[in-house]
């Protein structure tokens, strides 16, 4: 059972908005540190894609944006694509586990 | 360029012992801390710990406390993960990473490191 809870699964058709969620507690997400996400296509080590809850690295496309509200994140991916079919993974700081953790991961399927 | 290069895939025989590594080049090593995440077949991320290389101060996490050691090498800016006995549960593959701060993102991430423990 991971410290930070997301959904096993989402899936969206082409052109379309879906969000992925990231619900932690007061010892982290709560707790005022930064969620960062990840995007970990087959076979592949994963990539950042969202760090300090919203901000976007340089040839990340805007088509994924970050959130953060009390002790859930949220990432949403406008226009769906084909290749943003992968596996996203939140990430913070948990202060009572003295380090990062990771949610259990989402698998996104692009119908 | 920021890269961290990892040693090649292990096939190691249970109870044997095991350090991999990860080389960074093309920043400041002694700047970032550096830790390392596994993952398991099929299966999601899981963080270990960090170092920082000025100081070598290291951090667990509790699922993995005691049961590896991460060290580095800052004069050729190369750090380590090392099992002293493995087990079949130790199969995974396992990733170094560069934090940005303790608290802060995985920004640069090692191409992984297939370790298969067989008899």
């Known amino acids: 059972q991971s410290v930070l809870t997301q959904p096993p699964s989402v899936s969206g058709a082409p052109g379309q908005r879906v969000t992925i969620s990231c619900t932690g507690s007061?010892?982290?997400?709560?707790?005022?540190?930064?969620v960062h996400w990840y995007q970990q296509l087959p076979r592949t080590a994963p990539k950042l894609i969202i760090y300090?809850?919203?901000n976007r690295p340089s040839g990340v496309p805007d088509r994924f944006s970050g959130s953060k509200s009390g002790t859930s994140a949220s990432l949403a991916i406008t226009g769906l694509q084909a290749e943003d079919e992968a596996d996203y993974y939140c990430q913070s700081y948990d202060s009572s586990l003295s380090g990062s953790v990771f949610g259990g991961g989402t698998k996104l399927t692009v119908l | 360029e920021v890269q961290l290069v990892q040693s090649g895939a292990e096939v190691k025989k249970p109870g044997e012992s095991l350090k991999i590594s990860c080389k960074g080049s093309?920043?400041?090593?002694?700047?970032?801390?550096i830790g390392w995440v596994r993952q398991m077949p099929g299966k999601g991320l899981e963080w270990m710990g960090i170092i920082h290389p000025y100081d070598s101060d290291t951090r667990y996490s509790p699922s993995f406390q005691g049961q590896v050691t991460i060290s580095v090498d800052k004069s050729i800016s190369t750090a380590y993960l090392q099992w002293s006995s493995l087990k079949a549960s130790d199969i995974a593959v396992y990733y170094c990473a560069r934090h940005a701060g303790m608290y802060g993102s995985i920004d640069y991430w090692g191409q992984g490191t297939l370790v298969t423990v067989s008899s």
């Open positions: 300090g809850n919203s």
């Open positions: 007061s010892s982290n997400i709560g707790a005022g540190y930064d």
């Open positions: 093309g920043y400041s090593f002694t700047n970032y801390w």
